[in-house]
Nanobody
Framework: QVQLVESGGGLVQPGGSLRLSCAASGSIFRTNAMGWYRQAPGKQRELVAS???????TYADSVKGRFTISRDVAKNTVYLQMNSLKPEDTAVYYCNAAITLFGRTGYTDSDYWGQGTQVTVSS
């Protein structure tokens, strides 16, 4: 019913920039909070940044001042601008969205994940 499609990952040198995008599509009534998580090899998935439909954004301490999360509510799309990238930012980045669907049984709130996009920071 709902798909999250990510794009924008790749290989970049230390100090470089990348912009990730994640578009939600399907039978969406409302997209609530959206966010980005990442998982490096051998490590647990961690929150990178999140943004509610209205209100303040949240960032992991490790990315504050370097990454910026934003969204286009009308397009159900969230972005992550990553600047001053470091090798320790290397991971698979996953988009997450809390979405309200409307169907025959009424309103349903569910959590969705994208397929992940690889970000590699290396010289």
């Amino acid at each position: 019913q709902v798909q999250l499609v990510e794009s924008g990952g790749g290989l970049v040198q230390p100090g470089g920039s990348l912009r990730l995008s994640c578009a939600a599509s399907g039978s969406i009534f409302r997209t609530n909070a959206m966010g980005w998580y990442r998982q490096a090899p051998g490590k647990q998935r961690e929150l990178v940044a999140s943004i509610p439909q209205r209100g303040s954004t949240t960032y992991a301490d490790s990315v504050k001042g370097r990454f910026t999360i934003s969204r286009d509510v009308a397009k159900n799309t969230v972005y992550l601008q990553m600047n001053s990238l470091k090798p320790e930012d290397t991971a698979v980045y996953y988009c997450n969205a809390a979405i309200t669907l409307f169907g025959r049984t009424g309103y349903t709130d569910s959590d969705y994940w994208g397929q992940g996009t690889q970000v590699t920071v290396s010289s």
